[in-house]
């Protein structure tokens, strides 16, 4: 009698990968702070496997000589960039974004989900070019309109990691 077909697959390496690993990389790829459900039902595990990983994750990165640290946010837990290496990041990847450009992009965030046409009628013609902008920089997403006449405009992910905002409201 032959053995079962799962038996003789070999084990997927998310399978065999600790708590830890596995939270470590759902942080990592979503790359914005997380409450411990969101991670739970990310990994489709139970709560108490996060926290456990969480737990060992954070022991873990509190000892090593790493640049990347756990946080924890009101916005739940999050991998990051420690503080102390700001100036290399602005260095390496500034965000170099105009007093206008930045007034149009708090604007958005603001007032998102908002179309393109009400956008230039608060900010100007000059919006189009500030659109342009920061959608190339990443930081505004532009979809068209089910009439095709006009853009819904969005921030992004980069855009609340870059400004560690993640509840807009704190903003007002």
């Known amino acids: 009698?032959?053995?079962?077909?799962?038996e003789s697959l070999p084990e997927s390496p998310l399978i065999s990968a600790s708590w830890k690993?596995?939270?470590?990389?759902?942080?990592?790829?979503k790359g914005q702070p997380l409450h411990l459900e969101a991670i739970a039902e990310l990994l489709g595990c139970e709560l108490a496997d996060v926290e456990e990983g969480l737990i060992e994750l954070i022991a873990d990165y509190?000892?090593?000589d790493s640049a990347m640290e756990i946080i924890e946010t009101s916005a739940?837990?999050?991998l990051r960039l420690r503080t102390e290496f700001e100036d290399l990041v602005q260095k390496i990847i500034p965000a170099d974004i105009g007093r206008g450009a930045l007034r149009t992009l708090a604007a958005i965030?603001?007032?998102a989900p908002i179309t393109q046409v009400d956008l230039v009628e608060l900010?100007?013609?000059s919006a189009y070019q500030h659109i342009q902008e920061l959608v190339a920089q990443g930081f505004v997403r532009k979809r068209r309109q089910a009439d095709g006449r006009s853009f819904w405009l969005q921030v992004t992910d980069?855009?609340?990691?870059?400004f560690e905002l993640n509840d807009l409201s704190e903003l007002i």
């Not at 980069?158 to 870059?162: A, P, R, V």
Request: overall charge positive; charged content about 20%; glycine content about 6%.
């Open 62 to 64: 509190a000892q090593r």
């Open 158 to 162: 980069k855009f609340h990691q870059y």
């Open 21 to 29: 690993q596995k939270v470590e990389a759902v942080l990592y790829l």
């Open 123 to 125: 900010r100007g013609s």
């Open 76 to 78: 739940g837990f999050a």
């Open 109 to 111: 965030a603001l007032k």
């Open 1 to 6: 009698m032959s053995e079962p077909l799962s």
